[in-house]
């Protein structure tokens, strides 16, 4: 059996040949394996619609079953670009000036159609078993937005259809839980691109209580760990990027500059902050450091911008405005390994309190080739800090894969992979080590023997931003968080106007442990306010008739077991009050 990714790979260049059939003045991009399927990008007037979809589905049926056999040729360059000039095709003639020059030229052919691709493939079309087309979508060629917005079709592959109906069945129950979806339905957030921006997240009463528990959880497990907080201004004068080397390295995700006249008359350039390290930086420096004040853990939900291409902004998975859970460490190198376990050892503790199960580190070490030009030119700095990195990640037996040249410019890096509830993979969180920028900085303590030295800076986010990691808790819990996070966590429901003082009494005692409690007085009959509340994922609704004034109670319907039955009122407020002080988890349910 053939690997899976070569299975995919192989199903875009069929879905190509069928492309061509159909279309025949379309023009080809690339056409890659992803994680979990293909895409071919095409360009190609007038656009595809939906029926073009399925017309290229069926050809593609066709070519499958023609058995077609892959075949690989080495060409060069010259042959490789006439071949391209002949078919029209300049795409492919621009990919050409991708490979390396010491790399061979292939091609790859299949029935009538020939790709420029280093591969693999398949031996023949009849070994993709199950595959399905899912979506069309814009892409600029390259991914850069001064490019032409070329048509991208994704698709999916498997090795049997049983495999591909699973995958389309959590496919669908991941568009019914899509963060963007239920933060409208559920008035999280909005955005308003016409006159607030692309990227610009509005957030709404509800989303905003999402917002401040997962403060409130941050600054408490921060404070128990020894953190200080501090605040920075969301500007900077352009001095303070050039020395913290984001101008030079991160300048195309930076917002262009705001020049002013100061300083006598001199024009001065201020940038929107996009990291909030090098102000930090600045707060250490303040104040004579010395090795008794080390670790100095310095704590802030600062709001940074970045730039992100407009194709690229995605909800709040990626936008322009971002509150982070950020925090710098700084440690000498004897307490490294301790200070870096315990940022791990936090993510762990989070995990536990969001039901995550599933999750990777990806530590992302760097490129000795690019050393000077992505990467810091500092190789022992490298070593040593990717050796004491991975030694802390063995010693604590965490989950983790090594990818290289991908980490951050001043060192190596932790990305923290979790999947959520139905298996949907996020990227949350980071943890990066810094063994070059406190340098810039001129950051000193003095040791124990009065000499000046160099901190090591732990940067860490185990919450990541407010607006991806409350992506992500939308879509893992599907919008139906545990009561301790539920923007609406008690609704009280009358049955008649008699109860309204009984109800707004209860709505008080409530309020008064600290619980989001509303009243529904509408009209409705009691099944329909019912229905309501279960529709907009309040957590526990508390039914008031006749018969539960006379008792003292309510009659309890939570979201998660349905009919509770009759519960006094002061004991439903103890059970709601220490559900919610002990941020009990919600196992997320996956349908």
């Known amino acids: 059996m053939p690997p899976l990714e070569e299975v995919r790979h192989s199903c875009s260049h069929v879905m ?5 059939r159909l279309f025949p003045q379309a023009l080809l991009d690339i056409g890659p394996p992803t994680s979990d399927g293909f895409y071919y990008d095409f360009d190609v007037e007038p656009r595809f619609t939906p029926e073009d979809i399925e017309k290229i589905e069926k050809e593609m049926k066709r070519v499958i079953k023609e058995n077609q056999v892959f075949t690989r040729k080495e060409v060069s360059r010259a042959e490789a670009e006439l071949f391209f000039k002949e078919r029209n095709q300049p795409y492919k003639i621009s990919r050409l000036g991708d490979i390396p020059v010491d790399e061979a030229v292939s091609f790859y052919q299949n029935g009538e159609f020939t790709d420029l691709c280093a591969g693999t493939h398949v031996q023949s079309t009849a070994q993709i078993k199950a595959f399905k087309l899912l979506s069309i979508a ?34 669908e129950l991941a568009k019914q839980r899509d963060h963007r979806k239920l933060g409208k339905e559920m008035e999280l957030f909005t955005f308003d691109t016409d006159d607030v921006g692309q990227g610009l997240p509005l957030w709404l009463p509800k989303g905003t209580v999402l917002i401040e528990e997962l403060e409130r959880l941050a600054k408490e497990t921060e404070f128990e760990a020894g953190y200080d907080r501090v605040r920075t201004p969301h500007i900077a004068r352009e001095n303070l990027y050039l020395k913290s080397g984001h101008l030079p390295y991160y300048q195309e995700s930076m917002f262009p500059p705001m020049e002013f006249e100061e300083d006598e008359g001199r024009k001065v350039k201020y940038y929107l902050k996009a990291m909030n390290c090098p102000h930090h930086h600045k707060i ?78 990806r530590f992302s070490t760097h490129d000795p080739k690019r050393l000077g030009e992505k990467f810091v030119n500092e190789p022992e700095l490298w070593k040593k800090t990717e050796d004491m990195v991975r030694q802390v990640l063995i010693d604590s037996g965490i989950k983790y894969i090594e990818v290289p040249n991908e980490a951050a410019f001043y060192g190596p890096k932790i990305d923290v992979q979790v999947w959520s509830a139905i ?44 607006e991806r990691f409350i992506g992500f808790l939308i879509e893992h819990y599907g919008g139906s968080f545990p009561a ?23 709505q008080g005692k409530l309020r008064a442990k600290g619980v989001r409690v509303t009243i529904d007085l509408k009209s409705d009959k009691i099944g329909g306010k019912i229905r309501r509340a279960q529709t907009e994922k309040v957590t526990y609704m508390l039914v008031v008739g006749a018969k539960e004034v006379e008792a003292n109670s309510v009659a309890v319907r939570s979201r998660a077991k349905g009919d509770e039955g009759l519960v006094g009122v002061e004991d439903f407020i103890s059970r709601i009050h220490h559900e919610i002080s002990s941020r009990a988890p919600l196992i997320p349910k996956t349908s």
Request: hydrophobic share 35%; proline share 3%; charged share 25%.
């Open 16 to 20: 190509a040949t069928a492309v061509l």
């Open 138 to 171: 814009g892409a600029y060629h390259r991914g850069d937005e001064k490019n032409k917005q070329l048509q991208r079709i994704y698709g999916t592959a498997f090795f049997s259809q049983e495999e591909l109906d699973t995958y389309l069945k959590n496919l």
């Open 284 to 361: 250490f420096a303040a104040i004579p450091r010395s090795y008794r004040d080390l670790p100095l853990r310095l704590a802030e939900y600062g709001t940074c911008y970045r730039y992100e291409q407009s194709g690229e902004l995605m909800g709040l998975m990626r936008v322009r405005s971002m509150q982070m859970n950020d925090a710098h460490i700084y440690c000498t190198e004897e307490q490294f390994a301790s200070e870096f376990r315990a940022v791990n050892e936090m993510y762990l503790k989070y995990f536990k309190i969001f039901g995550v199960e599933d999750y990777v580190m």
């Open 423 to 466: 298996g949907k993979e996020f990227t949350l969180s980071t943890n990066q080590v810094d063994f070059a920028v406190p340098r810039r900085f001129n950051l000193e303590y003095t040791t124990q023997d009065n000499v000046k030295a160099t901190p090591l800076c732990i940067h860490r986010a185990p919450l990541g931003t407010h």
């Open 484 to 506: 301790w996070l539920a923007p609406e966590q008690v609704r009280v429901l009358t049955i008649s106007d008699e109860q309204r003082s009984f109800a707004e009494v209860l």
